[in-house]
């Protein structure tokens, strides 16, 4: 088996989840990348990775990452889970279908890679989760509802996952990007940030890669805030 360090990126063709693929290569690792739209496939060629078209939405398409990754090198050291985006709506406007939706997109998005992928973890002894989630999991916005109440959800997941693998050596963080240079950005949402400025998406990225390094190897069940202090509540 080889000792390459390898990471897979979910939703991994534009954005911070791109900007976690390229910095993670920068840094030496082999990338897998999972995309809708084909970019990855494109994204993971330049960074001579592997790339899959399909959705975090779909088990199916997630075990054909997972399963390319482990053929052409044999290990997963980090998985990095980004995410689209969810239905929104006034809070009493959304349907129970898009309630739904919310958590597929924005909560069962890391259970399905995290289930496929920490068997092969326990394996290795070894292993990294990084979920890029949201500035507003614990100071909601009405702005994202869903995002807002599948991420607080995801959080509590985290704790969990990182109670019950710590031991094995297995850690699980959460990344909350604020207003990030990937969305529209207004002076409105400018100005309420103590900075003064949208953050890049290689802000955000330089984050996961801190996370999936060994520097932060005493770091799990974390939710690392990126958004210029924006929110600052503990």
């Not at 996952?161 to 990937?182: C, H, K, Q």
């Amino acid at each position: 088996m080889s000792e390459q360090k390898v990471a897979i990126v979910t939703a991994g063709g534009s954005g911070m989840g791109a900007a976690a693929a390229r910095r993670l290569a920068a840094d030496g690792f082999k990338v897998a990348i999972l995309s809708s739209s084909g970019k990855g496939e494109a994204l993971a060629q330049e960074l001579g990775g592997i790339g899959v078209t399909g959705s975090n939405q779909s088990s199916d398409d997630l075990k054909r990452l997972v399963d390319s990754t482990m053929s052409t090198w044999g290990r997963v050291d980090v998985l990095v889970n980004s995410a689209g985006h969810g239905p929104r709506a006034q809070i009493l406007e959304i349907t129970d279908e898009d309630w739904h939706k919310g958590i597929d997109v924005y909560l069962l998005n890391v259970i399905r890679p995290t289930r496929l992928v920490t068997p092969i973890m326990q394996a290795q002894k070894s292993g990294v989760i990084i979920n890029i989630s949201t500035a507003w999991a614990f100071e909601p916005s009405a702005m994202f509802p869903t995002s807002a109440v599948a991420r607080a959800g995801l959080a509590a997941f985290t704790k969990i996952f990182a109670d019950t693998y710590a031991a094995e050596n297995i850690r699980m963080n959460n990344v909350l990007p604020g207003w990030i240079d990937s969305l529209p950005a207004t002076e409105e949402r400018r100005d309420g940030v103590p900075m003064k400025r949208y953050g890049t998406s290689e802000e955000v990225a330089a984050t996961v890669a801190f996370l999936a390094s060994s520097g932060a190897g005493y770091i799990t069940g974390q939710n690392i805030k990126v958004d210029g202090g924006l929110t600052r509540s503990v």
